[in-house]
């Protein structure tokens, strides 16, 4: 697609308030592709201002229609769904079939099931003598991270405006393309103006003044757990609505009873996907001790075959981030058995998958969050130190168990403090609430739950 030199604010693109340039690189090549505006406070006041004039008229307009649109926005989600594909590509570095399937497929799923939502929802009941209504919060500030580009926006944009919300999104100066195609996407839709509003630009400028102003009733953000403390804390001072969906160090628990190959082979996949970009990745493998020898090299196996299968970190901080973590890892006692620190190419953000062993629950690189391909195998001697382990993070977003029977895993992920565990290599679930315990976030995303984060309730008593 071609970049746009404006801002998408009252159904237009619009002129930004100051020259500011941000370049957009070719993660892969680490060449420049592309220049968007670096938006400023002013570009932010306009678009708020916009989300405020339409909101009246979105929040009355009925759910059904609400629906209707949110399904036309996905239908030409569906029919771009190529372009959006390539535009990941050339900016997040995902290889194209990874951004097909999941960077375009998930996000049109995850619309569809908000057109549904929309008609579908209970936004009035009757309980006793009172008639109790699900009112849109208002005006939202969205803000997205890279990561996950066009699911982000779609998992903020979709339930809130069949919640009847107005949108101001700002989304990460990494991938503003795909942004603005989605932009061009409510466009094309047919999604009064106002209603969705974008604005490209720098997290501390244009994201700041979007959390802080006061014509916004509610946040949403999704991003590191330190910035999330920023805005949760700005939000609280206003008293203002806040959503936030954060870090993880998300636990994979084979339990004894378990196929040790299929776990651990799909624990190795998932992190391995979005070259270990992903928040609610399994980075922690706990394995019995009696199978451990086993695991590590089933896992050093398999790790190997995505050498040239995994794309690009998104930035040069990423890279150097990830690299300094594995060179901490090796520093702290850890055991490197694939990959490790060194660039396996010349050219681009690239990281060896890496898998270390011998890593115990104390060490950095098995209680912070890397954001990379690296995967830390630990040992533990039975279940109550398994799930000691499990538990033993700040964090708390998802995880998995693995065991000989459903219900034997159910009844440990049970005992886990997290948001969402895979059951045996339980499917992706777009109705599913998502979301993390502890220092992971605050709210839900996807499905009723995350509809719910953009309602406010009012009660009638007769």
């Not at 690189?25 to 306009?46: F, L, N, S, T």
């Not at 009064?192 to 979007?210: D, E, M, R, S």
């Not at 969906?245 to 082979?265: F, M, W």
Request: overall charge negative; aromatic content about 6%.
């Amino acid at each position: 697609m071609k970049a746009h030199d404006g801002m998408y604010i009252g159904g237009e693109w619009r002129a930004a308030a100051g020259t500011d340039l941000i370049a957009v690189v070719d993660p892969a090549d680490e060449q420049v592709i592309a220049h968007v505006p670096a938006g400023a406070a002013e570009d932010v006041d306009a678009a708020v201002s916009a989300a405020r004039e339409a909101l009246p008229g979105w929040a009355a307009t009925p759910p059904a229609e609400r629906a209707a649109k949110i399904a036309a926005l996905r239908d030409v989600l569906v029919a771009r769904k190529d372009e959006i594909a390539e535009t990941v590509t050339a900016e997040l570095g995902a290889p194209l079939p990874f951004s097909q399937a999941v960077h375009a497929g998930v996000p049109i799923l995850v619309a569809g099931s908000y057109a549904e939502l929309a008609a579908s929802y209970a936004f009035e009941e009757r309980v006793g003598n009172s008639t109790v209504y699900a009112e849109p919060v208002g005006v939202v500030g969205a803000i997205t991270p890279w990561n996950y580009p066009l699911h982000q926006i779609v998992a903020k944009v979709a339930p809130a405006l069949a919640a009847g919300c107005t949108v101001v999104l700002k989304p990460a100066e990494d991938t503003p393309l795909t942004a603005q195609l989605f932009a061009e996407a409510v466009h094309e839709a047919g999604i009064p103006a106002g209603v969705f509003n974008l604005v490209t630009g720098l997290g501390p400028v244009a994201g700041q003044a979007l959390a802080e102003h006061g014509g916004v009733d509610l946040v949403s953000f999704t991003g590191s757990t330190a910035v999330g403390k920023q805005i949760g804390a700005t939000a609280g001072a206003a008293v203002k609505r806040v959503a936030l969906e954060l870090g993880g160090k998300s636990a994979n628990v084979i339990l004894p009873s378990a196929d040790l190959a299929k776990a651990v082979g799909v624990g190795i996949a998932n992190v391995m996907g979005n070259s270990g970009q992903t928040c609610s990745a399994w980075t922690r493998m706990l394995v019995h001790t009696s199978q451990y020898d086993e695991a590590v090299a089933l896992a050093a196996e398999a790790a190997a075959k995505y050498g040239d299968r995994i794309g690009p970190l998104v930035n040069a901080k990423q890279h150097a981030r990830v690299r300094g973590y594995i060179e901490k890892g090796v520093a702290e006692g850890a055991r490197l058995v694939a990959g490790g620190p060194d660039a396996p190419r010349e050219q681009g953000y690239f990281v060896s998958p890496t898998v270390f062993a011998d890593v115990t629950p104390e060490m950095t690189i098995a209680q912070e969050e890397i954001f990379g391909p690296v995967v830390s195998i630990i040992r533990y001697e039975d279940e109550d130190d398994a799930l000691r382990i499990a538990n033993g993070t700040v964090y708390g977003l998802a995880g998995a168990v693995w065991a000989g029977d459903d219900a034997e895993a159910a009844a440990f992920a049970r005992r886990m403090d997290t948001g969402q565990v895979d059951i045996n290599g339980g499917r992706f679930n777009p109705l599913a609430p998502f979301g993390g315990y502890k220092q992971s976030g605050v709210g839900r995303e996807l499905g009723s739950h995350g509809l719910a984060e953009y309602l406010q309730t009012k009660s009638l008593q007769f």
